[in-house]
């Protein structure tokens, strides 16, 4: 059983930064990758960012390839999101998963955090 809890996000403006951060308990979270999806109001939630268990292997969604840097700590049983030159179109519920990358953007999930909400003014 793997349990997530997503914090950072917040209100800011557009060309900002934020780092949202995935915190995870329990001893098998190395065993999983993770990703990060977000969900705007009235669209499906898609993936944005995915890392494999070790770190090694990472996939970006065109939108934020660039802006957007995962990386994760197992040590410290934690998965970031650095999120650089923020745009409106990034307001979303961020949400962070563990489970199993395959290929591209697909991704097999096992379990959800609760979410965190970016909001990004213009």
């Known amino acids: 059983q793997v349990q997530l809890v997503e914090s950072g996000g917040g209100l800011v403006q557009a060309g900002g930064s934020l780092r949202l951060s995935c915190a995870a308990s329990g001893r098998t979270f190395s065993r999983y990758d993770v990703g990060w999806f977000r969900q705007a109001p009235g669209k499906d939630r898609v993936v944005v960012a995915t890392?494999?268990?070790?770190?090694?292997?990472?996939y970006y969604a065109d939108s934020v390839k660039g802006r957007f840097t995962i990386s994760r700590d197992n040590a410290e049983n934690t998965v970031y999101l650095q999120m650089y030159s923020l745009k409106p179109e990034d307001t979303a519920g961020y949400y962070c998963a563990a489970g199993w990358a395959t290929v591209g953007s697909s991704f097999s999930v096992d379990y959800w955090g609760q979410g965190t909400q970016v909001t990004v003014s213009s």
């Open positions: 890392i494999g268990r070790r770190g090694r292997n990472t």
